[in-house]
């Protein structure tokens, strides 16, 4: 039908995100199952304070890792489909024309949920290969004998079923209210805009002009933009102290977590704001526009966003990692206060800068390899 | 002035190699009028593309003013195309988020034209300045896309069937404002075209086959937008 299984192959970004959703979610959660169940054989005042702090961390943990990413999931999912919509208006404007009703078409659309099921399960299975050393360093000070991993088929069902199920409901009603049309609309491809018109006096470049159209059009991309920038700015910051917090483990994975969402959605985002821009990009280069030009044009509007992102993912898990201190160690005597680490920030920041200042300077080569004849091609 | 010298060009790589230009040579002054005819697949899009910069060759040379295309820096050719060239399409490739008036300011910017809205009334389309390209009619996109390339104050007008996607009532009108802008602004203009009737209204025909040019004359008895069949 509309949607077929080679298109949602390329949804790579959704399924990272939930495999990584996963991945934490069942890590803590089967520990979490486990845990409860030796309560009664923890009796030392010190081994019970232990066991309450990680508790607690593993549902702090668990709502935070897994309510942010399958926040961003939906995002980005909804982001692929409107995409795909735009994309294949002309398509999907033939169907309804035929007499294909939005219901029809939009449950095609499910199908990509195929790639939030792929993610969640193969996350599942990889928890798995993790597992035995987590619960060793879960314990690594002792307190209580070895607990042994024990398989929840319900953790199946809520971590990977339910997902697919959700998604693929979300993915239907959110196309369907896209698909909402009239059938010429979809079949010239005419987008719809608006905008407010400023004082003619004000003029600014037309650089400037189609940078602000080009952000206006791709709103979404500014929210991916500086998530990712939240990402990468947060989980860095958050690992380089989970070494004290937790175990080196725990600041492995979320330094992992951290940079690979941080790069999918970078590369997913800025991806689609060239391809979108293709036609237009080559035109400005036919007019005899630099590359240089139309990086500025396309791209330059999300730099303030993405720094944004940057402070945002700072600020976060400053108070994130002050909250989880005070909560986790409340019973804990001489824990030290959490303060803000300024050195962790610049290298962080000087870091992030040259990484995304240097993409951009990739990106701009890019756009010179644009074909000038790729407005040619209908 | 540009000169082309004994030009080849092929597309697709060892085995499915197709010449799609054979040793083409011919040469343009400036303020030339040239109407490029020929049935379709003769080579004519490709052989505007080469001359304006936008596509590269595999033997021969094309040089515009003495300076030889081939042998620019991509950076150079981006400058020549700034200051010399603009192109018309037979699809218009307007930028669709941008109003009318921000259209033409592409051209314009480049140019360091400030009073584009005079290229808008030119192509009489001053009243949709506001409007966007999906609110207008095939022949109204054309004349945003004529404007834009005409703010651009270009040496040379490349232009690939600006008429194609045209009924013959707005063709002509299309067709008119071009030649009399052209006889205004004394710019070189060089259009593509398979319809033997709009080849009338240039100084010079080149008609081409298979890659080559077949035939280059004079036209003697030039005619304008509204006298020639359709
Ligand atoms: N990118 C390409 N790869 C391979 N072959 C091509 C490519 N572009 C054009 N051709 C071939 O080169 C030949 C000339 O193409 P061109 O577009 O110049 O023709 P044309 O004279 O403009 O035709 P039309 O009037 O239909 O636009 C055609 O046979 C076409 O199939
Ligand atoms: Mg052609």
New interface residues.
Partial sequence: MVVSIKDTSKMLGVSIMTFCAVVVCNLFLNFYIDLKAIKDTVTDPFAVSMYEAQVMTSKVVCSLAGGCLALATIVLLFFYIKHYIDSHSKEIGILKALGYSDLKISKSFSLFSLSVFIGCLLGFGFSFILMRKFYELQNAGHYWEDIKIGYHPELFLLLVIVPTILYALFACVYSLSKLNRPCINLLKGIVKVKEKERDSKDRKDFVSEMRSSVLKSKKTLVFFIAFSAYCFSSMIQMSAHMDELASDFMGMMILSIGIVLAFTTFYISVSSVLFSNNKNIAMMRVFGYSASDCKRAVLDGYRVAAYIGFAVGSLYQYYLLKIMVEIVFKDIADVPEYNFDFKVFFITLAVFILLYEGTMLLYQKKIKNISLKEIMLE | MIEVKDLTKYYGDKEGRFKALDNVSVSIKDGDFIVILGASGSGK?TFL?VISG??TIDAGSVSFDGHELSKMS??EL??????N???I?Q?Y?L?????VE?NV??????AGTKDFSSYLEAVGLKEKA?K?P?QLSGGEQQRVAIARALA?KPKVLFLDEPTGALDEKTGRAVLDYIIKLKEKLNFTMIMVTHNENIAQTADRIIKMNSGKIVDVSENAYKKDAYEIGW
């Fill in positions: 899009s593309n936008l596509e991509e950076k981006t400058k020549f195309r700034k200051d060239t603009a192109y399409f699809q490739y930028l669709p988020h941008l109003n921000k300011r592409m051209g314009a910017d480049l506001k966007f999906s651009k």
